[in-house]
């Protein structure tokens, strides 16, 4: 496991919180120059700690109002087939091989609900899927990038 300090985490936190926020708005927190600042990016980068910046979307804000977790229970001669073609859905925004009853997990979003039907439809015609259970998204209770407190380094 890698370890980082109070100040690695703190810029990872800033980040974040918005990953466009200067070398030099982070520094003034802390006390350090925005130099050193993008050194220890750099170093997290470096050391994959870091493995990119990016923009999280709302995706309620531009029209996929269903939000809906699949659980899907693939052949398993057949899973890297039926992974391969829920792959080229758009709509499956992440997908994971999970243990258990069902062997993968997906998370789709729809315009509404006739596009939700079609987008189900074209996941239950898929060659090698036995069993698909829907799961709606009620409401978002924990959303966390937080950095565990745990990977902190204690001593420098």
Do not use: C, W
């Not at 520094?27 to 170093?43: C, F, G, M, Q, S």
């Not at 966390?144 to 407190?149: E, L, Q, T």
């Amino acid at each position: 496991m890698q370890v980082i300090d109070k100040i690695d985490k703190h810029i990872i936190e800033q980040l974040i919180v918005d990953g466009r926020m200067t070398f030099a708005n982070i520094a003034k927190d802390i006390n350090l120059t925005d130099v050193a600042i993008k050194k220890r990016l750099d170093r997290l980068k470096q050391k994959g700690i870091i493995k990119n910046i990016y923009a999280e979307i709302d995706y309620k804000v531009i029209g996929f109002t269903e939000d809906l977790i699949v659980l899907i229970n693939a052949e398993p001669t057949k899973t890297n087939n039926v992974i391969k073609k829920l792959n080229d859905i758009d709509n499956i925004i992440k997908l994971y091989g999970v243990t258990g009853e069902y062997n993968l997990v997906a998370q789709l979003i729809a315009e509404d609900k006739e596009n939700l039907q079609e987008l189900l439809n074209s996941i239950n015609t898929i060659d090698g899927i036995l069993k698909i259970t829907i799961l709606t998204v009620l409401k978002e209770y924990k959303n966390s990038k937080n950095v565990p407190n745990k990977i902190i380094q204690t001593t420098f």
